[in-house]
């Protein structure tokens, strides 16, 4: 469609990005191991900063695309990286001031603080699109990647709960995948004129479809594991465990039972039938994903 496709990252070449993302159609920028480098902020004395400013990302890289329309931008978030610790993350350093009143511990405050480098980096991003006049007809979309997986006191203090001496094997009987599970996205234009609030289940493989119907774009939905998020097809979210999610109920494979959402009412034979039909279907998922890229489907099937 000739857009100008750029995706960048102010790291390493972290899980071979630098093959990837070219063969997603990227030009890919990122610090290391690729044709277009970029260069990390530093201080005066030539510290590298850690984590890196998601601020600093946008206003290094605005101009090479901000008159290129149309174009399809890939940023890939830094600031919220962890260690999380004010003397440890110079983001959370940063941003000290602004969460000190926080009733939270000084890590979590930390993880906080470091988040809102991103925030800075938005409010620039807005900006300059309000400014170029081009913001009306700029999609933003926002997908949470992971949760601070390593620092699960963090999520715990968050959700108002206490994590205590807990191993991190116990988290399976604490249901992690589905308290993990609640997160946001978020898709935004200026031109909206009023917001729209989805509670469909759904989880990342969703977005892509989503996007490609509300922008009308001509493509195969059969070639996508995902589903629309605003159609009316079956929603299932799979995680990572083999545990999974519906509008009808929760699975959870360590206990090997499903668990009906409020207001659902399944007979015992119902219920039985319900999840092996949909435990059939996520072992598909997971089975159609491995085999996708061992055998090259995408260049197979489009002819590439």
């Not at 480098?117 to 620039?124: D, Q, V, Y």
């Not at 119907?213 to 605003?230: F, T, V, W």
């Not at 499903?258 to 059939?280: C, L, N, Q």
């Amino acid at each position: 469609m000739d857009y100008t496709c750029i995706g960048f990252h102010f790291n390493e070449n972290m899980y071979g990005r630098a093959l990837s993302h070219p063969n997603l159609g990227y030009d890919w920028r990122q610090c290391s191991e690729c044709q277009n480098l970029l260069t990390k902020e530093t201080n005066e004395e030539g510290y590298v900063y850690w984590p890196q400013s998601d601020d600093y990302m946008v206003e290094q890289t605005l101009e090479e695309y901000l008159t290129q329309e149309p174009f399809h931008i890939y940023y890939l978030t830094l600031s919220g990286h962890l260690p999380y610790g004010f003397e440890s993350n110079q983001m959370s350093q940063r941003n000290q001031e602004a969460v000190a009143s926080l009733p939270y511990s000084e890590k979590t405050k930390s993880y906080i603080a470091a988040n809102l480098e991103l925030e800075k980096g938005l409010t620039r991003l807005v900006n300059a699109l309000e400014e170029a006049e081009i913001s009306d007809h700029t999609l933003i979309v926002m997908a949470p990647d992971h949760i601070p997986y390593s620092d699960i006191d963090v999520i715990e203090e968050l959700a108002g709960r206490s994590f205590g001496t807990d191993s991190l094997e116990s988290l399976n009987e604490k249901s992690v995948d589905f308290d993990v599970y609640k997160n946001s996205l978020i898709m935004w234009t200026a031109g909206m004129e009023e917001g729209v609030t989805v509670d469909k289940p759904c989880c990342q493989v969703d977005i892509l479809p989503t996007i490609l119907n509300l922008l009308g774009a001509d493509y195969d939905s059969r070639l996508l594991a995902g589903r629309d998020i605003l159609s009316d097809s079956e929603p299932l979210v799979v995680f990572f465990s083999s545990s999974w999610l519906t509008d009808k109920g929760t699975y959870n494979r360590f206990t090997g039972t499903f668990t009906p959402a409020s207001g659902v009412a399944m007979t015992d034979e119902e219920m039985k039938a319900y999840t092996e039909r949909i435990k059939a279907i996520a072992a598909c998922r997971f089975q159609m994903t491995s085999i996708i890229i061992e055998n090259d489907y995408y260049r197979l099937i489009l002819g590439l």
